[in-house]
């Protein structure tokens, strides 16, 4: 059993509740601003142990949805989703409504109650047993897609598995793996939109109930969007639309070219290639022994901190049956540690993840010192994907420890010309998002329709050719596990592309004050709004149109699109 494991305790969520309660009161009747602070600080010491506990059980299941045991804790902390949303709001409330509140900016800056602001009024007790059923239908969701039950070519394989074959030379071999994966979403075509059914009305039930029109203004607060709201992001994805889907556009037209293709079809998007893409030179303990060697000559505290990842059994990598899909970074406050989720399948995806997850890790890690641990160890969303996106870019010259000298050069080049075209899908996972909570009746065809449409409009080159019946009905969506885990992040990883852009266009310069600006953002952490952590590092802000036309403008040149 991991360390991490070991030290995990179901708690006695009844008595826990209870002393959050008490506390509250001792904040509430502080006679001092001394006394005040000295109960705010217990109370987020509290929170901190809860969390780690709920944080350790989640990655457990994620570890393996199969094991009982874990699925058993999953569902306690599924079950308990009301009380911890309620107890959150208990104390965003306490805290605001307190006469020593400005005492807290001083203590930890103003964004600690920006947070609480946003959090405050996301909770009613008309709302306990949705926001309990969520969470249950969010973890059957994950459950779903992790099952082993891919048949190609006479073997089975899970989703996470399968996708080292879609970017294969073989074009025969790429089509028949979407195949696959068409094939095995259409099989649970009614359970898909069955769980999202549920997931929109109760959404927008509690948004209703919480006095809005519709769920949005809550995916926001949850979000904790403080200082933007839709108006800013509909605005966002109209820029990216007009200056990067031109850019994409050219650049699938390059990819098609280079594939010796007149068209691309939708099995030939991941494919960058003719040879097909390149792939790490070993196995999952090759690409850690060489992220040893990568970090410690990109910076000395990212080798100290990858090797502490390592020794202490904080990466878990390997592919397995039951294993939940995708990557992710999980905090543990009472250990002081992070911990990456990933899914190696031997494709140029490993190196992705080892950059992205651990630059999120590292900064976490960083940050640690910042009090309240809870609100500060990760920034918001938009924020915390800078700094993961920014490292796949920083750590570019080292990518031939992974792939070799010609391989890293292929991996540079189709990993940039991804991430200046993938914009154009972040936007379109947006504004979908956005129309089904604007109209949450919608059948299933009706959201595969609109699907459809906006995919029209911002992925052009889209090509299903009639070869992937259930996809091309309208419902590529569902394999995009944010849509149903977590509603309005997705714009977050454009944001931060947009951001990540820019160091990368700085380190062709000056690698070195790149990476210094990196460190600085990295260690500013959650305790400042995205804005201000932005200020820290020299970015533009990604709402700045200006900024959005010249990097689009410095791109194109880059690319010789001129």
């Not at 074959?165 to 075509?189: C, K, M, V």
Request: hydrophobic content about 40%; some cysteine.
């Amino acid at each position: 059993m991991s360390s991490f494991a070991a030290f995990y305790q179901r708690p006695d969520l009844e008595a826990h509740a209870a002393a959050e309660r008490a506390m509250a009161g001792r904040v509430a009747a502080a006679d001092s601003a001394e006394t005040f602070l000295a109960a705010v600080q217990k109370w987020n010491e509290a929170r901190a142990t809860l969390d780690t506990h709920a944080q350790i059980a989640s990655v457990r299941y994620s570890q393996c949805t199969t094991d009982e045991s874990a699925k058993a804790e999953q569902d306690f902390w599924d079950e308990s989703a009301a009380t911890l949303r309620e107890l959150e709001v208990l104390h965003a409330k306490t805290l605001l409504d307190s006469e020593y509140r400005n005492t807290l900016d001083e203590a930890y800056g103003p964004q600690f109650l920006a947070l609480k602001k946003c959090l405050a009024t996301t909770f009613i007790d008309e709302i306990r047993a949705d926001v309990a059923e969520e969470a249950k239908l969010k973890s059957r969701y994950v459950e779903l897609l992790a099952k082993p039950d891919v048949s190609f070519r006479g073997n089975t394989y899970s989703l996470s598995e399968l996708i080292k074959f879609y970017d294969h030379a073989d074009r025969d071999t790429r089509r028949e793996a979407q195949q696959a994966r068409d094939a095995f979403l259409g099989s649970h075509a009614e359970e898909l939109d069955s769980i999202y059914d549920q997931l929109t009305t109760l959404r927008d039930r509690m948004g209703r109930a919480l006095g809005h029109d519709s769920y949005t203004p809550v995916g926001y607060q949850l979000m904790t969007r403080a200082s933007y709201g839709p108006d800013e992001v509909a605005a966002f994805r109209d820029a990216i639309y007009e200056h990067f889907l031109p850019i994409a556009n050219r650049l699938h037209g390059m990819q098609a070219k280079r594939l010796g293709l007149d068209a691309l079809q939708f099995h030939d998007e991941p494919l960058w290639d003719a040879e097909g893409n390149p792939r790490p030179e070993g196995d999952a303990a090759f690409v850690v022994d060489r992220a040893k060697t990568m970090y410690s000559e990109v910076h000395p505290k990212l080798g100290e901190f990858m090797k502490l990842m390592d020794d202490r059994g904080l990466l878990d990598l390997e592919l397995r049956d039951g294993k939940a899909g995708g990557g992710f970074c999980a905090n543990f406050h009472d250990l002081g540690v992070p911990f990456v989720f990933a899914n190696f399948n031997g494709s140029d995806g490993d190196i992705m993840v080892i950059t992205h997850e651990l630059g999120h890790a590292f900064q976490c890690y960083t940050s640690r010192h910042h009090e309240p641990r809870m609100e500060y160890a990760f920034p918001t969303y938009e924020a915390c994907e800078v700094h993961s996106m920014s490292m796949e870019f920083l750590t570019y010259p080292w990518m031939h420890l992974f792939f070799g000298d010609e391989g890293g050069k292929a991996y540079r080049r189709s990993h940039f010309e991804r991430a200046v075209a993938g914009l154009s899908y972040l936007t379109c996972v947006d504004h979908f998002q956005h129309d089904v909570y604007a109209e949450p009746g919608m059948s299933p065809a009706d959201r595969n329709a609109r699907w459809l449409e906006h995919e029209a409009r911002y992925l052009p080159h889209r090509d299903y050719g009639g070869q992937f019946p259930y996809l091309q009905s309208g419902t590529f969506w569902q394999r995009q596990r944010h849509i149903y885990l977590m509603p309005f992040y997705y714009i977050d990883y454009a944001l931060a592309q947009v951001c990540a852009l820019q160091f990368w266009m700085r380190a062709q310069e000056d690698h070195d004050k790149a990476l210094a600006d990196y460190m600085a953002i990295c260690e500013v952490g959650g305790s400042v709004s995205f804005g201000e952590m932005l200020e820290a590092g020299n970015v533009r802000s990604p709402f700045d149109a200006d900024a959005l036309a010249d990097i689009a403008r410095r791109i194109s040149h880059s690319l010789e699109l001129d």
